[in-house]
């Protein structure tokens, strides 16, 4: 309805109006592209069909046989007939109309390669970032950013994007918002945040939209409305007799909910990125200094977005053996967020039911241990994550070699060894006796 509102409206200017100069480069690009849509014309057509290689009194003393071959310029102009009156008005210093300079300008386009489409739909701009970002939708994260895609353009529709549908896009990204807050009037901006972020980013790359800096969630820019966001409840640090309960718990009931619970602990890890583990390339459980290897998945996504870390695994090794390929297929068996919900509810029932006893209270609890036990900042890095410390250049090419630490014993040795200092204290007696690494620095 968008698309046939504004070229009737350009055929009404067009039929009051033939000054060029009455219409905007938009309008133009619009009218040429209608003109070559009614004669089932594209862009760049005949771009490829070769120049006739001689001049016109060679081309007429040719053969009639030689001349059966039409090249770029005659097909052009079987297409457009109207550009032989055009190109003798424009010789003679005729001022041509508009309609003729848009007729021109479709002769042109039909015999030149365009370097790029001014206007997508929006699955057409979708489809460009997936590729551009090498995105997998069929699995792991391509595939949860695809359904938030899907979920949106469900409510406003596949649309056009281009120069003069900032209006009309904006529009529908707020009504979006505004349905979300009906549905959920209790929904969180973070949430919305979250739905629209893969979204308006296919918007972005969109190149040379005047307007893309419009597309931004930005409170101060003001171009879209959303809630307050609030303040995220973070999770309290767990008392001493607290952690001893839980990695006693964890142990003597052990389960694939459990263990992800005691694998997040050993460095404060985060839900998803326990998820995007690979058991075949990630896991080292049965090396001489049994740990993981966090490198975010088929995607690589912990180099730009997670934490790359490597972390030894100092409580409750046999149980993460036995368990943690179990808890990775149930975490990739639900969407995205259950594990979280349904980990926490453990959490509460254990340490109590106020909101600050979640999964991420492990990252301040174990930042707590790393300071007791006076861990080197380069160290701390490398199991959790904290962008201090010089190793980028010392550990990280090793994060990504599939091989892991196998050329570089030493240097895991000492990340074993700060680990098991961090968690010293919470070790069962019957750990100690089975697990027991001779190290030396």
């Given at each position: ?6 070229l009737?409206?350009?055929n ?29 014309l ?35 102009e ?11 008005d424009?010789?003679?210093g005729k ?14 386009a ?17 489809a ?10 069929s ?63 296919a ?14 969630l ?14 995220p ?5 767990l008392?001493d ?17 459990w ?12 839900m ?14 049965e ?7 966090f490198?975010?998945?088929?995607e690589?996504?912990a ?13 409750g ?21 259950s594990p ?10 254990m ?8 999964s ?9 241990l ?12 490398a ?6 410390g ?22 895991l ?14 070790v069962?007696?019957?750990e ?6 001779s190290?030396?620095?």
């Open positions: 309805m968008d698309e046939s509102s504004r009737y409206a350009l009404v200017k067009m039929a009051e109006a033939s000054d060029p100069e009455a219409f905007t480069e938009s309008e133009r690009l619009l009218a040429v592209e209608e003109v070559l849509r009614q004669r089932k594209k862009h760049g057509e005949f771009a490829k069909v070769p120049e006739r290689q001689y001049t016109e009194e060679q081309w007429e003393a040719l053969p009639n046989g030689a001349k059966i071959v039409p090249d770029r310029h005659d097909l052009a079987w297409s457009i007939p109207e550009i032989e009156d055009i190109l003798d424009s010789q003679r001022r041509l109309t508009f309609r003729q300079e848009v007729l021109g300008d479709a002769w042109k039909v015999q030149v390669l365009p370097e790029y489409r001014r206007r997508k739909t929006m699955r057409e701009a979708w460009d970032y997936v590729r551009l970002k090498g995105l997998d939708t699995k792991g994260d391509g595939k949860d950013k695809q359904q938030r895609f899907e979920r949106v353009i469900a409510f406003t529709g596949d649309f056009l994007i281009s120069d003069e549908s900032k209006d009309d896009v904006l529009d529908r990204l707020q009504s979006f918002i505004d349905n979300k807050q009906r549905e959920n009037p209790a929904i969180k901006a973070q949430s919305i945040e979250r739905e629209l972020s893969e979204f308006l980013a918007i972005r790359l969109i190149p040379r939209l005047s307007w893309r800096d419009a597309v931004t930005d409170r101060k820019v003001m171009n879209l409305q959303l809630p307050d966001a609030d303040k409840v973070k999770g309290r640090v008392t007799e607290e952690l001893q309960e839980f990695f006693n718990t964890c142990i003597s009931k052990a389960d694939e909910k263990v992800c619970l005691l694998v997040a602990a050993h460095a404060g890890l985060g998803r990125e326990i998820r995007r583990l690979r058991p075949e390339q990630d896991l080292f459980l090396a001489k200094y049994p740990h993981i290897i490198r975010g998945g088929e690589d996504i180099k730009t977005e997670a934490r790359p870390r490597v972390v030894p695994i100092v409580v090794l046999e149980v993460v053996k036995q368990w943690l390929p179990e808890t990775i297929r149930w975490m990739n068996s639900v969407d995205e967020n979280s919900v349904t980990l926490n509810k453990r959490l509460r029932k340490l109590g039911k106020e909101a600050t006893v979640k991420h209270m492990f990252r301040h609890t174990w930042l707590r790393c300071r007791r036990a006076r861990i080197i900042e380069d160290n701390k890095h199991i959790a994550g904290w962008e201090k010089d190793t980028n250049n010392a550990l990280m090419e090793r994060v990504y070699d599939p091989h892991g630490f196998a050329d570089d014993p030493e240097l040795a000492q990340l074993y060894e700060d680990q098991q200092a961090i968690f010293s204290r919470f069962t007696n019957a100690k006796a089975n697990n027991v690494v190290l030396k620095r």
